[in-house]
């Protein structure tokens, strides 16, 4: 799956009031990816609008409003929150965009929990983790259960397998910024996973802090570290900061001394806010570089308001030391033109997206804009020449109008077998609008159309599933969960986000990069693998024994046949298996040979003679067994029980066989391929 060349662009009107923000998943379980919509009516609350495809480009309302609270100015995010495989979005409110209006305070959170066919029943969960927070310094003099928050972002950062939140709160009488620890689906705001200091100096709660957060695994421990994106301006009442990486300890702690601070962009004398953060390989050297959005502010009491204005993006190489250098002028060049728009905040950066979009194999930047409707400072889509330099498309890449760009999803949306962009156009006083992005010729304009409710019958399917035999599953729409069950399952990760559980059997997860260009992690029983390209997005991997890549497949059924085929050749050969002959006994045992002729074949070959002997007697035989298998001489009871056995007739590869899987030899050989085992 890839993209092609050119885009084309339909719009449709969204079936409730504009100003939207889209969340999406494949919330019914079809492998086809929905949407979420909520709503942004300043001094209006709007509920969420639950809205699924049907695989070929339409989408149906389902749930015309959900039950739970209202929000003025919603932030969602998607996650199996309840891990029950199901897809589940964590909305909070940031509230009014004017103080004066209760004090800028957002609507108290809510946990929409998915029940697999598209539908979701609120949950006070967030809510109450927020009015029970511990009062203290560290937590302010705020008291009940709303906030006003800058970002949400989601990732298991305890590795205890559910997913825990990074809520980015403002200043003023409000909660500092903190995790919310998820406890097997209720959730606990937790004052020790990261210091006050780390967050706010020496200074007090009342000053503005951050403006958004990430959490991505920068440094490749499998733990999820904390991005922290700036809001600096000149008001001498505030932090003079900068952003911020802090690097998980890979317990879920974010300690003051793993905190990296990042440098200042060279932009509006670094007096910016940062409003989008991306993580990806940008130069190829297996390391998660960043991508940060800024915007203009200024905060000074009698100047002119500048704050919220142009579009800055600043990119940021990883060092082999953890810190990172920016690059912005060689990667980017002149960005004049996207950052002093005069007097409009049309170029606000709103999101940031990093994939291979044009499918030339590098991994391109695409910044969403925010609010206006403007086609001078349209989104910003900026391709890699492979060289770590970027430079926007020609404006005949994007068959645009004036009025798409915000909150931009991937996916086959159409099932035509190539990745499509869904973007937000969002227009005040008005129902907003939903605009899908085709690859194609001009003349291959896709029209989506929504459905009114009640008009198309939803069919609600279960989470994309396998059988108790040996299936293909294609995870091609995004944000998928799969099911494997039984049998020797071949998976296809997709393009996004994925969780697979590979049930019983030799369970195969396939990627579409070099083994080299992925991160792979395995905290606790689940396998992360995080695409350093940015092409098959990060996936948490259960019940996963092979992972297969284009230039080799890596093996952790060590238990398995993968294991059987290491200790059998290791055994008979004295020496750590060749990657040649090692693959070829691999497949050979994956294809049916038994342990005992896999053996047969070894004891026949010249290298076996050269180790062991021509001839040797069941005694000498036994003493080399116990040398170059075990790495010790044998104790008398266990060579008379195995020259014992060959005399009674029990052949030698059976005997090497027994040697090669007993719980000793076991035991020995696990450091060797505890990080998996490499076949091609």
Avoid: C
């Avoid at 019914?28 to 969420?48: C, H, K, M, S």
């Avoid at 589940?88 to 004017?98: L, N, R, S």
């Avoid at 973007?423 to 291959?444: M, V, W």
């Amino acid at each position: 799956m890839a993209f092609k060349d050119k885009f084309s662009v339909s719009e449709v009107s969204l079936p409730t009031a504009a100003d939207s923000y889209l969340a999406s998943g494949d919330f019914n379980g079809d492998g086809f990816i929905d949407f979420l919509q909520t709503q942004y009516v300043p001094g209006t609350l709007q509920r969420p609008v639950s809205i699924v495809s049907n695989g070929v480009g339409g989408y149906s309302v389902l749930n015309a409003t959900l039950s739970g609270n209202a929000f003025e100015n919603p932030y969602a995010v998607t996650g199996d929150f309840t891990s029950d495989g199901i897809l589940d979005v964590a909305v909070f409110d940031a509230g009014h965009y004017d103080w004066s209006v209760r004090a800028g305070f957002g609507h108290a959170p809510v946990l929409f929990v998915g029940n697999g066919a598209g539908q979701f029943t609120a949950s006070n969960v967030l809510a109450d983790a927020v009015a029970n927070a511990p009062k203290d310094s560290y937590l302010g003099s705020f008291s009940g259960s709303n906030l006003h928050i800058k970002d949400v972002t989601a990732a298991d950062i305890d590795l205890d397998g559910d997913l825990d939140l990074w809520v980015e709160s403002t200043g003023g009488n409000n909660i500092t910024s903190h995790f919310m620890i998820n406890e097997n689906g209720s959730f606990r705001v937790d004052p020790l996973r990261i210091e006050q200091e780390t967050i706010t100096g020496t200074y007090p709660d009342n000053y503005f802090r951050y403006g958004s957060g990430e959490l991505k695994d920068l440094n490749g421990d499998g733990a999820p570290d904390l991005i922290l994106g700036q809001i600096r301006d000149n008001n001498p009442q505030h932090l003079n900061q900068s952003s911020f990486v802090i690097y998980n300890d890979s317990k879920g702690y974010f300690p003051i001394e793993n905190r990296v601070k990042l440098p200042l962009p060279e932009f509006y004398n670094g007096y910016t806010s940062v409003n989008a953060i991306a993580a990806a390989d940008l130069n190829g050297d297996g390391r998660r570089d960043l991508v940060l959005g800024h915007t203009r502010n200024d905060d000074v009491a009698g100047a002119v308001e500048q704050a919220f204005q142009g579009r800055f993006l600043q990119v940021l190489y990883q060092q082999a030391d953890g810190s990172f250098s920016d690059v912005t002028g060689v990667a980017l060049g002149d960005q004049t033109s996207t950052t002093y728009p005069p007097n409009n905040e049309s170029n606000y950066p709103r999101e940031i997206l990093i994939r291979d979009v044009n499918g030339d194999g590098n991994l391109d930047i695409i910044a969403s804009k925010f609010y206006e409707r403007t086609d001078t400072y349209a989104p910003a889509v900026m391709l890699s020449n492979g060289a770590g330099q970027f430079f926007a498309a020609d404006p005949s890449f994007w068959q645009k109008d004036a009025y798409w760009g915000e909150f931009p999803a991937f996916g086959d949306f159409n099932g035509d077998g190539v990745l499509d962009m869904v973007h937000l156009d969002r227009q005040p006083g008005a129902n907003g609008q939903f605009e899908y992005s085709i690859p194609g010729d001009d003349t291959g304009i896709f029209t989506l159309q929504f459905s009114k409710p009640g008009q198309e019958g939803i069919t609600a399917a279960s989470p994309t599933r396998g059988t108790d035999g040996n299936d293909v599953i294609v995870m091609s729409r995004g944000y998928e969960n799969a099911w494997g069950l039984g049998g020797n399952d071949q998976i296809r990760s997709g393009a996004t986000d994925d969780r697979i559980d590979g049930g019983t059997g030799i369970d195969t997860v396939q990627f579409s990069g070099n083994r080299t260009e992925y991160d792979i992690t395995r905290p606790g029983a689940m396998t992360a693998v995080a695409d350093l390209k940015g092409r098959d997005g990060d996936d948490v991997l259960v019940n996963i024994e092979r992972l297969q890549f284009t230039d080799g497949s890596l093996a952790f059924d060590t238990m398995g046949n993968a294991g059987q085929a290491y200790r059998i050749y290791q055994a008979a050969f004295d020496r750590t298996p060749d990657t040649g002959g090692l693959s070829f006994w691999i497949k050979a045992i994956d294809g049916g040979v038994s342990l005992i002729d896999v053996a047969a074949g070894f004891v026949a070959s010249a290298e076996f003679t050269s180790v062991y002997g021509a001839n040797p007697s069941n005694l000498d035989f036994v003493d080399k067994l116990y040398e170059n298998v075990l790495g010790r001489d044998g104790e008398a009871g266990g060579i008379s029980y195995w020259v014992s056995q060959l005399d009674a007739g029990v052949s030698r590869q059976q005997v090497l066989a027994g040697f090669a899987e007993s719980a000793e030899n076991i035991t020995g050989v696990a450091p060797a391929i505890t990080d998996g085992i490499w076949y091609v």
